[in-house]
């Protein structure tokens, strides 16, 4: 019998280490000591802002109270994200959190779209989600716990500032005893006879020792990639976008943005001629950047493009980052878990980055080690990973590849090479509108039929079983989506939400 875990070194602060940290320290309350290393002279790339429902639980799961964490965070909602200029310019379409409608027949609601789209009797889809009905308006609420309500078929995540929330899980995960170190790696020494992590070794003499030891040190990969030699696999033949500048602006309104207008409970992904720009509204500020394929755009017209399109004054200069869209080749490797950056990259188009430091500590409980390491659980933690990282990228991919603009990036990415997986979905939403899901996947079929549709790949036939049903589909599509914009009217704005819940105090001068 192996003995028991009893020191665990996080290698990194930031988001990852300190989620993970906090998340340790909930969960392992006796009989293990938690050590956070980290160094003010690395900085953290912290442009994380934009969240998915998931979320939710990892904060619930800590014990946190939602209108404290909004306040601590300068927070704010999100009921999905806006895509604008996608498919071809002048088109947007809205990724939904929750669903279209409720189920009222053994036919998906979807198919009942298409056929009165098919007849030009139906609305956008965007009109038969309750998100988008309270988004566009700029209005929002929790959803309602009455199955009957049309208000309960939407959810929602957050916005919130990543340095704020770093700070807020780091008092949280220090009361519950996690050991923070200040301090640079200089040295990682590794057991002779194992190749295991033994001991990190700083640049001001300290040792640290351990039995886990987590990577938590970014794009450096200082544990999982330096010290021991995992490999990365390398996406960006698929997800070509390869930089991005980031900068905050100012969210007061202007005579460009109407009161309200710039506080959306939703975040913005409009597509540029070189990639995309992100924008994500704040209590304090709106977070923006333009994500980009330096094979197809200079550093500097990227930041003329970025700098051009901001609601508000810019409150910095744009910070470059660079990085290369993928995954390590292994996750867990010996006694050292990589989780964050450090893992891999994907890019920000669907908030994934801070979900994949939630998935990677929510599998690290689930198959928490022993002393021994067992090979059998590191097998399935990165199986379950690999699994995990690859659907994600199918999906991302599938907003590049169905797309009808002109310029070379997009002509690229409409004509590449796709996965045998995302091809096989591609098809079958294309010729029936069916929506294949394989294994445990984080983007579920409204997410897929968002996009889809979203992106003109309209099916060519129906659900062959719907000429089989006898139900009025576009009769009930006209009461739902009346239905919804009665309910969205009635919420309050965003703004008055926020205001009135959970704003931040002002700050004394």
Same mark, same amino acid.
């Given at each position: ?145 009455? /199955? ?43 057991? /002779? ?268 036939? /129906? ?47």
């Amino acid at each position: 019998m192996t003995s028991p875990v009893k020191k665990i070194v996080i290698v990194g602060g930031g988001s990852a280490g300190w989620m993970t940290a906090a998340a340790l320290s909930n969960a392992l309350q006796t009989n293990c000591q938690i050590t956070l290393i980290e160094s003010e002279d690395i900085g953290t790339v912290g442009v994380g802002e934009a969240t998915i429902p998931p979320i939710k639980l990892f904060n619930e799961t800590l014990g946190l109270d939602e209108s404290e964490f909004i306040r601590r965070t300068q927070g704010s909602f999100k009921l999905g994200i806006q895509f604008v200029d996608w498919a071809e310019k002048g088109r947007s379409y809205f990724h939904p959190f929750g669903s279209y409608g409720r189920p009222f027949d053994l036919v998906h609601v979807h198919h009942y779209w298409q056929q009165a789209n098919a007849r030009g009797e139906a609305r956008a889809l965007d009109e038969y989600s309750m998100a988008w009905a309270a988004a566009s308006r700029g209005r929002f609420a929790p959803p309602s716990p009455d /199955p009957r309500n049309v208000l309960s078929t939407y959810d929602y995540a957050y916005h919130f500032d990543a340095g704020l929330y770093a700070a807020y899980l780091r008092e949280y995960a220090q009361k519950r005893g996690v050991i923070h170190v200040e301090g640079k790696v200089s040295h990682v020494a590794l057991n /002779p006879e194992t190749g295991f992590v033994g001991a990190v070794h700083l640049s001001n003499g300290q040792v640290f020792d351990g039995d886990l030891f987590i990577d938590c040190s970014g794009f450096r990969a200082l544990l999982i990639g330096e010290a021991l030699k995992v490999g990365y696999e390398d996406w960006t033949h698929w997800l070509p976008c390869d930089r991005a500048l980031a900068v905050p602006c100012d969210n007061a309104p202007s005579s460009r943005v109407a009161l309200g207008q710039n506080f959306t409970p939703y975040t913005r992904a409009t597509a540029r001629a070189g990639g995309w720009q992100w924008r994500i509204p704040l209590q304090h500020r709106t977070g923006n950047g333009y994500v980009y394929s330096s094979a197809h755009i200079t550093d500097d017209d990227a930041a003329d493009t970025l700098m051009n399109n901001l609601d508000g004054a810019a409150l910095a200069e744009p910070r470059l980052l660079r990085f290369k869209t993928g995954r390590r080749k292994t996750f867990w490797e010996k006694n050292v878990v990589a989780i964050g950056l450090s893992s891999g990259f994907m890019e920000p188009l669907e908030s994934t980055s801070l979900h994949l430091i939630q998935a990677g500590i929510a599998k690290l409980l689930a198959f928490f080690p022993d002393g021994g390491f067992d090979p059998l659980v590191t097998a399935e933690y990165n199986r379950i990973a690999v699994n995990e990282c690859e659907r994600i990228r199918d999906f991302l991919i599938l907003h590049y590849h169905l797309n009808r603009r002109d310029e070379a990036l997009w002509r690229d990415c409409a004509a590449m090479q796709i996965p045998d997986s995302l091809h096989t979905k591609i098809e079958h939403f294309r010729r029936f509108g069916r929506l294949i899901q394989r294994d445990a996947e984080l983007f579920g079929p409204t997410s897929w039929l968002a996009v889809h549709v979203g992106q003109l790949n309209i099916p060519q036939n /129906p659900d062959p079983l719907i000429h089989h049903r006898r139900v009025d589909g576009g009769d009930w599509l006209g009461k739902l989506s009346a239905a919804m914009s009665a309910a969205a009217v009635r919420l309050p704005s965003h703004r008055d939400y926020v205001d009135t819940r959970v704003r931040v105090a002002p700050v004394a001068v």
